[in-house]
């Protein structure tokens, strides 16, 4: 599949393990088959209060990065869950 000027935002908060399942490789395996531009934001997905979340947004570079990005936003898809839900599942 082929999309003009397609642009990939990766919306990862918090850690990720180093797997074949990561979503730094999910989103360089789909930039790869859609010949699309992609950003990873790697960023805290929760933060304790609203004054760090605005400072974090307003007033870093990666922030206003966020902003611009969201402006230029057509579609949003997200996904919960693994890829493989049965290898979250240990025994105690």
């Known amino acids: 599949m082929k999309i003009k000027n397609l642009h990939v935002v990766q919306l990862m908060g918090g850690l990720s393990d180093v797997t074949s399942e990561n979503p730094i490789t999910l989103i360089q395996e789909t930039c790869r088959k ?5 950003t990873y934001l790697t960023s805290m997905a ?3 209060d609203q004054t760090l979340r605005d400072t974090l947004l ?3 570079a990666m922030g206003q990065r966020v902003i611009e990005l969201w402006q230029q936003c ?3 898809l ?3 869950g693994a890829l493989n ?3 979250c599942w ?3």
């Open 58 to 60: 307003y007033h870093t």
């Open 34 to 38: 859609l010949h699309a531009n992609g």
């Open 46 to 48: 929760t933060v304790d």
């Open 74 to 76: 057509q579609m949003a």
């Open 90 to 92: 240990r025994r105690i």
């Open 78 to 80: 997200f996904g919960i």
């Open 85 to 87: 839900a049965g290898r």
